[in-house]
């Protein structure tokens, strides 16, 4: 029996990223999908993924609405060599 897979959108962060660009994205994603899941790699993109998750709180809070976040980490193989690279990752879900 196979199980089902599920690919949620994932949304990448840098050390450049503009914290409130990403929520604006997190709210247009979590309204089209019922999960994603925000990647983060290095401090600073970090500390940007979580600015723009809370960025995301505030402008769903105006609308009553909020989601579950979970963290965890997230293990690819890199394309340039092949070696294992390690994501802190955001899983963001919602149920409305």
Request: no cysteine; aromatic share 16%.
């Given at each position: 029996m196979?199980?089902?897979t599920?690919?949620?959108?994932e949304l990448r962060v840098s050390s450049t990223t503009l914290p409130s660009k990403l929520g604006g994205a997190?709210?247009?994603?979590?309204?089209e999908s019922p999960k994603i899941v925000i990647l983060a790699m290095g401090d600073k993109a970090v500390s940007?993924?979580?600015k723009g998750i809370i960025v995301s709180q505030s402008f769903l809070a105006a609308s009553a609405l909020d989601f579950n976040l979970k963290v965890g980490?997230?293990?690819n193989k890199s394309a340039n060599d092949g070696k294992e690279i390690t994501a802190i990752a955001f899983y963001l879900s919602r149920d409305w």
């Open positions: 196979e199980q089902a599920h690919a949620y959108p997190i709210v247009n994603y979590l309204k940007n993924a979580i980490f997230k293990s």
